[in-house]
Each structure stands twice: as C-alpha cells, then as structure tokens.
C-alpha cells in the first residue's frame, strides 16, 4: 500500500507529484529545492544558504514521515555548479551525519535556476 506524505512545513510540489511516497518501508522523498515554505520564495544567497534551506525542507519531510536524518539510506544531489561541490558539502555533512549512500551530480539547469537540489530515500514505518 502507498501512502503519499504530505506536510505544509515544506514547499508544495509544484507539479504533478508528491512530497514523498511510503512504499515498502521506505520513503522516497521527491526532490527539495531552497523554497521558503512560508512565502514560497526562493532562500537568496549562496551554496550555503540554499543548501541549508534544502536541507529543512527535507528534515520536514522526514518528520512527517516518521523517520529522520539518521535513517536515510540514499541521497541524490544535484548542483548547477560542481565548483560548489566543496560549499554544498560543508552543509550536508552536518545532516547527514549516517553518511548515506549518495550519487551527487552536476546539471545543465535546475527548477527556478536554483542553486541545489537533495532528495531521499529513508526507512519508514
């Protein structure tokens, strides 16, 4: 059975899809860019501010799940710029401190030309 994970605490989906998915003891996150949940505006600043908003807004889809940080068990990451490989990994380090497994990837361009963009997939209950 598929339940769909839904939390007002991080950015709505802006297309047709969910925030996550519990399937089989797992979430599978969608994607999280650097949206300001409360004003649906972009965080603006650097790799470090936007990672860092990336990042709560994951933590929240992980709490609404039932699981946290600790249990997630894949990570992809996507950056606009690889040069910001270094900066975005000062900030994930300090989420996921589990040390997931990760695929971290450099893209031609990203939702509303944002900077990064993490999604997960966790153990759930």
Same mark, same amino acid.
């Given at each position: 059975?598929?339940? &769909? ?7 709505? *989906?802006?297309?047709? #899809? ?7 003891? !797992? %979430? ?27 990042? &709560? ?7 609404? *799940?039932?699981?946290? #940080? ?7 990451? !996507? %950056? ?27 893209? &031609? ?17």
């Amino acid at each position: 059975m598929l339940k &769909k994970v839904e939390t007002a605490k991080a950015p709505a *989906a802006i297309g047709p #899809y969910s925030q996550g998915i519990i399937a089989g003891g !797992f %979430l599978f996150a969608s994607g999280q860019i650097p949206i300001i949940p409360e004003t649906g505006e972009i965080a603006q600043g650097d790799i470090h501010v936007q990672a860092e908003q990336v990042m &709560k807004n994951v933590g929240e889809i992980l709490k609404e *799940a039932g699981t946290d #940080y600790e249990k997630v068990v894949k990570t992809t990451c !996507f %950056l606009a710029d690889m040069a910001d490989f270094a900066a975005f990994n000062s900030v994930y380090e300090k989420y996921f401190t589990g040390k997931p497994a990760r695929s971290c990837v450099a893209v &031609k361009e990203l939702p509303k030309n944002v900077l990064c963009e993490v999604e997960v997939i966790a153990a759930a209950e």
